[in-house]
């Protein structure tokens, strides 16, 4: 089974924002409440899609974007190479799901696991890729042999892999599923399977199993990830559409979708997203930071602090979040929201030493000497690590002179 170094290939964007103060403002809750209330009792298949914006709405016209079957398809002679793979002695009598997982192994040889969104033929040829670009390269050996892949989300660790003005990324990955299939592609659940985790981790967490849609609709928010780092917001746009016309009830494109409208000011259009993301994960984390950002932005602060305080008192949310926006409170200098936050993490994800590191830089500029030394005894107990053992001590050290 593939076993590598910790890499990731779904991109999460959490816009950074200004976090008000949480005491003030509470009014604006009734009107938050209100406005996600008011379409509840219709079913999630009968809410539309929101209209595109003006800004985007001819953007086809000027961007080219992968069609969907070219993002698992094979090259002729990558096929050639398969088929003589398979029909070597020690692999032809295997089972086909067997195969698949033993050429993948080849291939896998040399690999350079660098954070590169490529499709089936370009991971093949290039030999490098993420996480999501080995999930396309199993995927598209899988089609072509006739056997079923099923895909898996991992909530990974946390690992920021981007920082810029007003975006920080962080990011999961997926893992698959191979089964048997019978003459008509239909395969059973109870039957023989095998698993590859191409980035396994002790501390992951899975996730739900996705559909095929989805997880091609997941590849085109990493290729438009890539595109609104890169500030080309148009040809992001025309990505996230089309991935949304194949999972439109996927919240992480929905997310970037009214990133991309607030980047170009439209403000009422990024609003409508994030309110129709809403209607199917109403706690999300990433959607109501972001959607505060977005109110904050446009002058109603008000609004973004009623937010905030849902997301103070958020429990169910996947946790890995709530680090990226303690990080996020850190550096706007909102010491006691990043406290929160850090400690919402922990409470979730004790083992994970660093973020006890942050939750006490948190406490101590705030004063709290005493329990920032007391957590940065327990990040000591977590971490094997010299060097982190060495930076916790210089800091505790610190905190013991006179602090």
Request: hydrophobic share 40%; with cysteine.
């Amino acid at each position: 089974m593939p076993r590598m170094l910790q890499n990731t290939g779904l991109s999460q964007f959490l816009e950074k924002k200004i976090t008000p103060n949480i005491l003030s403002l509470l009014a604006g809750l009734c009107l938050v409440v209100s406005g996600c209330s008011s379409t509840q009792k219709k079913t999630a298949s009968e809410i539309p899609l929101p209209e595109t914006g003006s800004y985007f709405i001819n953007a086809k016209e000027f961007v080219d974007i992968p069609s969907i079957a070219s993002l698992s398809s094979l090259l002729p002679e990558q096929k050639d190479e398969l088929n003589a793979f398979i029909a070597r002695d020690s692999i032809k009598n295997l089972p086909k799901r067997n195969q698949v997982v033993e050429f993948i192994q080849y291939k896998m040889v040399n690999f350079n696991y660098e954070g590169l969104n490529y499709n089936t033929s370009q991971a093949w040829q290039n030999k490098s890729g993420n996480c999501m670009a080995l999930a396309m390269l199993t995927y598209g050996v899988a089609k072509y042999l006739d056997v079923r892949a099923v895909f898996q989300v991992v909530h990974s660790a946390p690992l920021l892999t981007h920082i810029s003005n007003d975006l920080v990324v962080s990011s999961d990955h997926v893992r698959t599923f191979l089964y048997e299939t019978d003459a008509g592609g239909v395969y059973v659940n109870n039957s023989d399977f095998i698993v590859i985790d191409y980035f396994p981790d002790r501390n992951d967490r899975t996730g739900g199993v996705v559909s095929d849609n989805e997880f091609l609709a997941m590849f085109y928010r990493n290729l438009a990830a890539d595109a609104l780092l890169n500030e080309d917001l148009l040809l992001s746009y025309a990505l996230l559409e089309k991935g949304l016309s194949l999972a439109p009830k996927y919240t992480p494109l929905i997310n970037m979708m009214a990133i991309v409208h607030r980047r170009v000011g439209d403000f009422q259009t990024a609003e409508d997203f994030y309110l129709y993301g809403l209607h199917f994960e109403s706690n999300s984390l990433t959607l109501l930071s972001n959607y505060s950002y977005s109110l904050i932005k446009d002058d109603r602060v008000s609004e973004a602090t009623a937010i905030n305080q849902q997301l103070l008192e958020l429990e169910n949310e996947s946790p890995y979040g709530w680090y990226s926006m303690g990080i996020e409170a850190l550096r706007l200098q909102e010491y006691s929201t990043a406290e929160i936050y850090f400690k919402k993490f922990i409470k979730n994800t004790p083992y994970y030493h660093q973020a006890y590191y942050e939750l006490a830089k948190a406490q101590s500029a705030q004063g709290k000497i005493l329990s920032a030394k007391n957590t940065l005894k327990q990040a000591l107990d977590l971490t094997s690590m010299d060097d982190n053992q060495q930076k916790y001590l210089a800091k505790l050290n610190w905190l013991k002179q006179g602090r």
